[in-house]
């Protein structure tokens, strides 16, 4: 009876711990000693789009590296995904003691650092690099949120799609958003490597967040850092002026002929850039 009891109580712990990785929101990194920094990568892109930035921030900072689930190595967890990221780091920020870290966000990264910072939660300072309060209206000129769904025809085909249109279709995406190939080649592959309706179901959270009048209710510094391409610096400032205006206070600075990845395309200027809005 004693060893039926041992068996019962060990199978109850592994299922525990199935159910605590299934949940897991995310992977965290931790280099360097000082002030703390989290930094939050684009979509489908795991902690090592920031190699080269935390080799240089962790001479004199503390930087919380994440990778999402469903992104690299980390498993997937089930929808809706966008809004449990969001309570997970929140959660991280609150046990760590963290509440007066710098958030710098890349993309979706930097999506999610407005969203925590509107969500009444202050922090020392936001860096958002090439990302808007808005992803699905600078793609959809009649945008609302209520329009992103998760059972829409554009999902069903992309769960459908075979291994090879998907790469193919990923390969067109990564060779706008960098220039040089080897870049372009390591974007792709992050986005293959992602679970698949992660994917999807990520993407449309994504597309479904609209923060653009949420942004009056910041009040933490925000620095934001924009690339140019494809449509130009004087399009560039024009959708961010627009997407950011409900935002009191702001500074902002384009890396000309840079596109998506400033990080890849122009790391001088970002990490000159980065450091500026870290010492001000």
Not at 115 to 123: Q, T
Not at 228 to 252: N, R, V, W
């Amino acid at each position: 009876m004693k060893t039926i009891k041992f068996l019962l109580f060990g199978l109850l712990i592994i299922s525990s711990l199935s159910i605590t990785a299934q949940d897991k929101t995310f992977e965290v990194e931790v280099t360097g000693e000082g002030e703390p920094i989290l930094l939050f990568p684009g979509f489908t892109c795991t902690g090592d789009v920031w190699e080269a930035t935390v080799a240089e921030l962790s001479k004199d900072y503390e930087c919380h590296v994440f990778t999402f689930a469903g992104f690299g190595d980390v498993p997937a967890i089930e929808k809706p995904w966008l809004p449990k990221i969001k309570d997970g780091v929140i959660n991280y920020i609150s046990e760590k003691e963290l509440d007066n870290a710098v958030l710098v966000g890349h993309s979706l990264g930097g999506a999610l650092a407005l969203w925590m910072a509107a969500d009444g939660n202050s922090y020392k300072e936001l860096i958002i690099v090439d990302a808007l309060p808005s992803t699905g209206a600078l793609m959809m000129p009649d945008f609302k949120s209520e329009y992103m769904i998760y059972d829409s025809p554009y999902n069903k085909q992309l769960l459908a799609m075979n291994d090879t249109d998907f790469e193919a279709m990923v390969q067109q995406m990564a060779n706008s958003m960098t220039k040089e190939q080897s870049n372009q080649e390591r974007i792709k592959n992050w986005m293959i490597q992602a679970d698949r309706e992660t994917y999807v179901y990520g993407y449309t959270d994504l597309l479904k967040l609209d923060l653009r009048e949420d942004l009056a209710k910041i009040n933490s510094p925000v620095t934001i850092l924009a690339a140019t391409e494809p449509y130009g610096l004087d399009m560039a400032k024009s959708t961010y002026e627009l997407q950011y205006k409900a935002l009191a206070e702001y500074t902002i600075e384009f890396a000309n002929g840079s596109s998506h990845f400033i990080m890849y395309d122009q790391p001088q200027w970002f990490i000159e850039n980065l450091k500026n809005a870290l010492n001000d």
